[in-house]
């Protein structure tokens, strides 16, 4: 006589984790679960200094954070200085290296004041930004505008005559 084998439904439960099923629409979540999970045990490491907060700390404190644009004529260099006025900029070229220094004060509060919480960024920095070769030294300038610093920096004629279009021979 055969037996019959009865289909019961068998829950396995992992006292640590669960898991659910994939919908086709977020194929990829299970590798972003595993990165995060990445990302958590190097953040909690004690001792890292290669956690993925770290890194972003690292990037949130490159101030001021700049762009380096090739125009036509000129680069344009672009630096966030938000709440700061030209008084507070020091700008210095030397030896191909733009260096761009200030600092910020910390505003002073009213008697009877105080702060619940703040996330603004007071103290010094500094940046230095080598510059490509060929511009003109001497009519390099700057200006400040709604939180922007934006410094002008010429190309120089010799560098604006070496440049030629190559071109491009086909079969």
């Not at 990445?38 to 101030?63: C, E, I, L, V, Y």
């Not at 380096?68 to 006025?85: F, W």
């Not at 440049?163 to 021979?169: A, F, G, L, V, W």
Request: charged share 35%; proline share 6%; hydrophobic share 35%.
């Amino acid at each position: 006589m055969s037996k019959k084998k009865a289909n019961v439904p068998v829950e396995a439960k992992s006292p640590r984790r669960s898991f659910s099923p994939v919908i086709a629409g977020d194929v990829l979540a299970p590798f972003s679960r595993l990165r995060d999970e990445f990302d958590r045990m190097f953040d909690d490491t004690p001792g890292n200094a290669f956690g993925s907060r770290w890194m972003q700390k690292f990037h949130d404190n490159a101030s001021p954070v700049v762009e380096l644009r090739d125009k036509k004529d000129e680069y344009e260099l672009v630096a966030e200085v938000p709440g700061m006025s030209s008084e507070d900029i020091e700008i210095k070229l030397s030896d191909g290296m733009l260096r761009i220094a200030g600092e910020k004060s910390e505003s002073h509060d009213e008697e009877g004041e105080s702060f619940m919480f703040s996330e603004r960024h007071y103290g010094s920095f500094e940046r230095a930004i080598k510059l490509p070769n060929g511009i003109d030294h001497e009519k390099i300038h700057a200006e400040t505008k709604d939180g922007l610093l934006t410094i002008h920096i010429p190309k120089s004629a010799e560098a604006l005559q070496k440049e030629r279009k190559i071109p491009i021979n086909t079969g």
